[in-house]
């Protein structure tokens, strides 16, 4: 408790010593997280399990559960006038799309020093946390982030935060189909790992009518968080013209992560199928007056049976012998 109280106190006097300095606005701040007109936050430099002097884009921390981490965030007010900026931590978490969100929650590791700081003016501001990891922590990446909030703007700055212990990479592909109206391919990619991965995107596709080809790889623009799932979308430029096809992806990532799926779709535009209507009708018709034409060539068959009274030829007369006896002459008289 008493070693707790004086990391507090230590931290609060950083805080305000170095907002009661006055700097100089850094020239090269390595892609600062804009925090509205004018003031940006980002990690400063010469911090963190992988100490840098240059810009670092993220904070990158790693640690033993029950551990202790600290760094030290950088608020820059290049303004007129002083900024009072109010911080905490959030957990991370993709959107649907694979965006970077985030989520303020009550139970955060990330502890800044102070909760609101003022900096004056034309200030760089160093401003020290410390992020406690749980004594039950399960091994892995724990993306987390610092927020920052000032005149209106709330801004996060990315906490790469991975828990010492075994790790695993993995991931699946599901959900894929063919959308061929929009000429797009969509799946589901699903971060079954501890890890947090960037995923490499191989499609080839096989057809019928216009024969296989690759679509060019690529490297997606997303991190998968562990225990995450992003739909995403790949273009189909050249689908085939006419007949049935089949897309097969594959998506690995770092550390050996690897996953693969299929789906199948038929393509009938519409002057193909006007086509084959037409084809059937004309078949239809030829059939039908063919059918005609030899049932008026052909006469009556030979089992047609004749009318009552009939002679052998069907017709009827004098000369046709009758069924009815005889008649008897009368006598004269």
């Known amino acids: 408790m008493r070693t707790r109280i004086i990391r507090s106190v230590v931290l609060t006097a950083g805080v305000l010593l170095c907002a009661a300095v006055p700097a100089l606005v850094p020239a090269s701040a390595a892609e600062p997280a804009a925090g509205g007109p004018g003031w940006t936050a980002a990690p400063a430099s010469g911090g963190g399990t992988r100490p840098s002097t240059a810009g670092r884009p993220y904070f990158y921390l790693e640690g033993a ?126 971060n079954r790992g501890n890890t947090s991965l960037t995923p490499h995107l191989d499609v080839r596709v096989s057809g019928l009518i216009g024969g296989g080809h690759r679509i060019a790889g690529r490297t997606l623009p997303v991190d998968v968080l562990p225990g995450r799932r992003v739909r995403l979308t790949a273009e189909w430029p050249h689908p085939p ?46 059939w039908f007056v063919v059918r005609r034409r030899r049932a008026s060539a052909t006469g009556p068959g030979p089992y047609a049976r004749s009318s009552p009274g009939a002679g052998p030829g069907g017709s009827t007369g004098p000369d046709s012998e009758s069924d009815s006896e005889p008649a008897t002459a009368g006598a004269a008289t």
């Open 241 to 286: 013209v006419l007949g049935p096809a089949a897309v097969h992806l594959v998506v690995t990532a770092g550390g050996g992560a690897r996953g693969a799926g299929s789906a199948s779709a038929v393509f009938l535009p519409w002057w193909s199928v006007a086509g084959l209507a037409s084809l059937a009708a004309a078949g239809a018709g030829g």
């Open 65 to 190: 559960p029950g551990t202790v981490l600290e760094d030290t965030l950088a608020l820059t007010n290049p303004g007129k006038n002083a900024l009072t900026v109010r911080l905490g931590g959030a957990e991370a978490y993709n959107t649907a799309s694979g965006g970077f969100a985030l989520r303020t929650t009550g139970n955060s590791w990330i502890t800044p020093a102070a909760r609101t700081v003022k900096v004056p003016a034309r200030t760089s501001a160093r401003v020290p946390f410390s992020v406690t990891v749980p004594a039950d922590a399960e091994p892995g990446d724990h993306p987390a982030a610092i927020v920052a909030a000032a005149g209106g703007h709330r801004t996060g700055v990315r906490v790469q935060l991975r828990v010492s212990g075994p790790t695993l990479s993995a991931l699946t592909v599901e959900d894929v189909r063919a959308d061929k109206g929009a000429g797009l391919i969509r799946y589901t990619v699903v």
